[in-house]
């Protein structure tokens, strides 16, 4: 059972000011639409805002969770305790002066793209069509069509879970394949700064097109899903493994192997527990008949269900 005076505190000095929503259930605000709910949820809708919440869910000893989108997140059926602070329908303005493109994290990547294109700057035509935020893109390292984020970016700032500033370079970040530093540190992107390369306007809006009619035609982009679940194994892609070992198809509760495209387990109606139970049984699968162990990109959060109550 959860304290809950230390968030009724949080909400008595921050509530009147910031936004926020007790009990949020989470499968509102994942693309995968799955989860329990999140004892509190924020929006800040400044870097200010966001600093001051910071501080005062540090001074109050509360569990902080990062979310921007929520499209690589799945949020197990008992949901997240403490608080949730979500960068995505605030905190999403976008400049740009010359060639330096710098965003809130909490624009969408889309938006980025389609601003920097409209700039007739490229660079960024792989993203537009990652249903995910800067923040979360920057995170996560996202990429598509054989760009990523880390080609991209030059300075990454934001605040420690303490409501101090801090700044990475790219060499800072050690951005690696669908990795970088702050997965292993508690740190919030607030902006991201980005140099593109000049490009012609209607060449890049093109280019965005056909790369989001490609991805409709492989994608299953109408069902909930968290996009690809697993992580590509040295050598290869999962959606390979997988459809090979027979999985396309199999279903658990209401988890299933995509018929449109192996790399995904989307939601027909299920709960996180059947997520996970695919996950573990394609894992299994996968190992048993190719010796490779897929590992996750969809980063899992929160906590199982009582047993009595699912
Ligand atoms: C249909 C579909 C297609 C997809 N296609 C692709 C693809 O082609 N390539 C790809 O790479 N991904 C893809 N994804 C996955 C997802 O869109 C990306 O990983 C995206 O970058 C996640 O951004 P988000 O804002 O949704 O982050 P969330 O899912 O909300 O969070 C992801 C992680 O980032 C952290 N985070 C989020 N915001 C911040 C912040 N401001 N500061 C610090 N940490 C933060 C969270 O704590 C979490 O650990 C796809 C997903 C879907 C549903």
Redesign the pocket.
Known sequence: MTDMRPLNELENRLGGEIKMISMAPMAQYT?LRLGGPADLLAEPNSPQQLQRLLKEAHDLDIPV?????????LVKDGGIRGLVIR??REMRSITVQGGTVRAE?GAMLSSLAMTAAEHNLGGLTFASG????V???V??N???YGGEMSQVVTKVE?FTMEGEPFAYTRPEMEFGY?FSR?MNED???THVTCQLPKADRETLLKEMVELNRRRAEK?P?TVP????TFKRPVGGYASVLIDECGLKGATIGGAQVSEKHAGFVVNLGGTAADFLAMIAHVQKVVYEQKGIMLEPEV?ILGEDAPVNAV
């Open positions: 693309t969770t990062l979310m921007g989108h929520g499209s690589n997140l960068l995505c994290a990652i249903p995910g935020t923040g979360g893109g995170y996560m996202a990429g598509a934001g669908r702050l740190k919030v992107i994608q982009l899903s968290a996009g690809s980063r």
